[in-house]
């Protein structure tokens, strides 16, 4: 059973850092792209970021290009998404995703999420 436990979000000022954390079981981890889905209230799902397999390649979304950086530790069966330069807008529930880029992010395998709040 593909198991997805997303961590480290938060409350954050404006400007602020977090890093957000998923550990994944269940599956062979190192065998599948991933990615990092967002939904903010009252909205659908929005695709933030995707890694391949090996971590050499990566892929951003315009909200996420140049603030946000995925990466991912095949050793520990975990996926990062270091979030920098956080706006207001930046205020939603993040999920990991298992797939890659163009994914029915609906469908796709995803934890249970971890908040981050963004506000002054």
């Known amino acids: 059973e593909v198991q997805l436990v997303e961590s480290g979000g938060g409350v954050v000022l404006p400007g602020g850092s977090l890093r957000l954390s998923c550990a994944a079981s269940?599956?062979?981890?190192?065998?599948?792209?991933m990615s990092w889905v967002r939904q903010a209230p009252g909205k659908g799902l929005e695709w933030v970021s995707s890694?391949?397999?090996?971590?050499?390649?990566?892929w951003y979304g315009d909200s996420a290009k140049g603030r946000f950086t995925i990466s991912r530790d095949n050793a520990k069966n975990t996926l990062y998404l270091q979030l920098n330069s956080l706006k207001t807008e930046d205020t939603a529930m993040y999920y990991c995703?298992?797939?890659?880029?163009?994914?029915?992010?609906?469908?796709?395998?995803r934890g249970q999420g971890t908040q981050v709040t963004v506000s002054s």
């Open positions: 890694i391949n397999t090996g971590g050499g390649a990566t």
């Open positions: 269940g599956f062979t981890f190192s065998s599948y792209s």
């Open positions: 995703a298992k797939g890659p880029y163009g994914s029915d992010w609906y469908s796709a395998p």
